[in-house]
C-alpha cells in the first residue's frame, strides 16, 4: 500500500505542472490582442493565437491569409501595401479583389498610396507601420503608433473615425530626458 502511495506521489508534480500549463495556455490566448479591422475591411490578425505568433493579413472574409509575417503596412480605404518577411508576400493588396494587385497596375497604386519622392505612406498615417503598433496597441499603450503620423490631412480618407483611434501622443523627436541630463552634466565639467 505504501508502494502504491509513493508512485501516486511521484506523478504529482506532473499533474501540477499540466495543470498549470492548462490555466496559463487559456490565459494567454483570452488575453492576447487577436485581430484589428482595417477601415478597408481587411483584417490583420495572429495566425494563431499564442503569445508571440506571427500577425497576417487577412481577406474581407476574415478566413483566407493573404500576406504572413508582416513587417511594414501602409493602407487607405482599398488598398494594403505590405512588406513581409517572406519576400513572396510583399506587396500592395486590393480590398475589394482581395488579392494581391497585378504588376502592371502596381506602379499607379503606389503612386496613390504612397509619397512618390519619400516613399513614405499617404494612407491613414504617413510612416510605414509595424502590424504589431496596430495589433498589440490595444492592449499594450507604449505600443501605440505616433499621433503625430496620422494622416488628418489627406481628405480623400472616408473613415475618419479611425483618427479617434487611440495614439501615443509623445514626440519620437524628442531625446529622451536622461539624455538632456548627461548633456548637461558634461556642459558643465571644467575642461583640464
Known amino acids: 500500500m505504501l508502494r502504491k502511495f509513493g508512485r501516486h506521489l511521484l506523478l504529482l508534480p506532473v499533474f501540477l505542472f499540466l495543470l498549470w500549463a492548462l490555466v496559463a495556455g487559456v490565459q494567454w490566448v483570452r488575453h492576447a490582442p487577436k485581430s484589428v479591422t482595417l477601415?478597408?475591411?481587411m483584417m490583420f490578425?495572429?495566425?494563431y493565437y499564442f503569445p508571440g505568433a506571427p500577425i497576417a493579413l487577412f481577406a474581407t472574409d476574415g478566413r483566407k491569409i493573404l500576406a504572413r509575417d508582416i513587417e511594414f503596412v501602409c493602407f487607405d480605404d482599398r488598398y494594403v501595401s505590405i512588406t513581409s518577411y517572406k519576400l513572396g508576400d510583399s506587396g500592395i493588396y486590393d480590398?475589394?479583389?482581395?488579392?494581391?494587385v497585378r504588376e502592371e497596375e502596381q506602379d499607379s497604386v503606389e503612386y496613390l498610396l504612397m509619397h512618390a519622392r519619400r516613399k513614405a505612406c499617404n494612407g491613414?498615417?504617413?510612416?510605414?507601420?509595424?502590424?504589431?503598433?496596430?495589433?498589440?496597441?490595444?492592449?499594450?499603450?507604449?505600443?501605440?503608433?505616433?499621433?503625430?503620423?496620422?494622416?488628418?490631412?489627406?481628405?480623400?480618407l472616408k473613415n475618419r473615425a479611425w483618427f479617434d483611434r487611440p495614439c501615443?501622443?509623445?514626440?519620437?523627436?524628442?531625446p529622451p530626458a536622461a539624455s538632456d541630463a548627461n548633456k548637461a552634466k558634461a556642459d558643465a565639467?571644467?575642461?583640464p
Open 168 to 174: 501615443d501622443d509623445r514626440s519620437w523627436r524628442e
Open 124 to 156: 491613414y498615417y504617413t510612416g510605414l507601420l509595424g502590424a504589431v503598433f496596430l495589433l498589440d496597441g490595444q492592449k499594450y499603450s507604449s505600443l501605440l503608433p505616433p499621433c503625430e503620423w496620422r494622416n488628418l490631412d489627406n481628405a480623400a
Open 45 to 47: 490578425k495572429l495566425e
Open 95 to 100: 480590398a475589394q479583389t482581395n488579392a494581391k
Open 39 to 41: 477601415p478597408n475591411g
Open 189 to 191: 565639467r571644467p575642461e
